[in-house]
């Protein structure tokens, strides 16, 4: 794990747009994973600005959305549809046909899964996968508990994530649909590099469990403690409980010329 801390989300999110750009002009048709919430938004916003203004080009890129809401339409303002056309899709040159998003309105939940896991090995995999972290841990929506095996299937969301996402559905968690289809953590795992965001204080404590506490499927993201590529990028709140943390400033500042992020 590589451990980036910022001083503000901004920074953070520039860093970590940086790293998808550099991808993304390297190697025009990679596969990206996208996450939602509030923490990519940053990123994504930064992504748009460099397709505006220094031709980051996303017509050969193919996208893999986490995780939908089970039983909202692509036109529902709080589905993940709605939520990658308004903050990303809608603002940059990917064909649509390229962009591909869990259904919450399937009608047979394991065959769509099974269906969304064959196109993401037909495109090649996962060259990286953007995450996010909830305040219990999870990444997608794979909860505590979930198999560090697991591949794309429903799951059922905890009463905390409830809470936190009500905050998208008139702060009632009672509107919050208790269902959703998810990559799972093995899908995750099999994603080249991971580059997962965290901002804020709520959001340290699964940041210090993630990386310093034991690997656990109770703390869903510590898995990614067993991946090779997996780049932690952090604002100081959300890295303020970590014991290590003068160390992976020291890191970055003694970083050889030659490494790049
Ligand atoms: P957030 O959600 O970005 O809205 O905090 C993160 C997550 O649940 O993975």
Redesign the pocket.
């Known amino acids: 794990m590589e451990i980036i801390i910022h001083d503000t989300p901004q920074e953070a999110a520039v860093a970590g747009a940086r790293m998808v750009a550099r991808l993304v002009r390297e190697k025009p048709e990679a596969v990206l994973g996208l996450?939602?919430?509030?923490?990519?938004l940053p990123l994504y916003r930064e992504l748009v600005r460099m397709h505006r203004e220094e031709d980051l080009d996303f017509s050969r890129v193919t996208t893999f959305n986490l995780d939908e809401y089970l039983s909202l339409g692509p036109e529902h303002p709080q589905s993940y549809h709605h939520f990658m056309r308004e903050h990303l899709f809608e603002h940059i040159n990917i064909p649509k046909e390229n962009t591909h998003i869990p259904d919450g309105m399937t009608l047979d939940v394991p065959a769509f899964c099974r269906d969304y896991e064959r196109r993401i090995a037909e495109a090649g995999g996962l060259d990286l996968q953007i995450?996010?972290?909830?305040?219990d841990g999870?990444?997608?929506?794979n909860e505590p508990g979930s198999s560090f095996a697991s591949r794309t299937r429903i799951k059922t969301l905890t009463r905390e994530?409830l809470q936190?996402?009500a905050r998208f559905f008139d702060g009632d968690p009672t509107l919050v649909p208790r269902h959703c289809i998810t990559m799972g953590i093995g899908t995750i795992m099999d994603a080249r590099c991971v580059l997962l965001l965290a901002?804020g204080p709520?959001?340290a404590d699964a940041v210090a469990g993630m990386v310093e506490g034991p690997v656990t499927a109770s703390l869903p993201a510590s898995i990614l403690q067993h991946h090779s590529t997996a780049k932690i990028l952090l604002d100081s709140p959300a890295a303020a409980t970590l014991q290590r943390a003068d160390y992976y400033r020291w890191v970055r500042e003694n970083r050889p010329s030659w490494q790049q992020d």
């Open positions: 996450a939602t919430g509030g923490t990519p995450l996010g972290i909830g305040s999870h990444i997608g929506f994530t936190d996402n901002f709520g959001k």
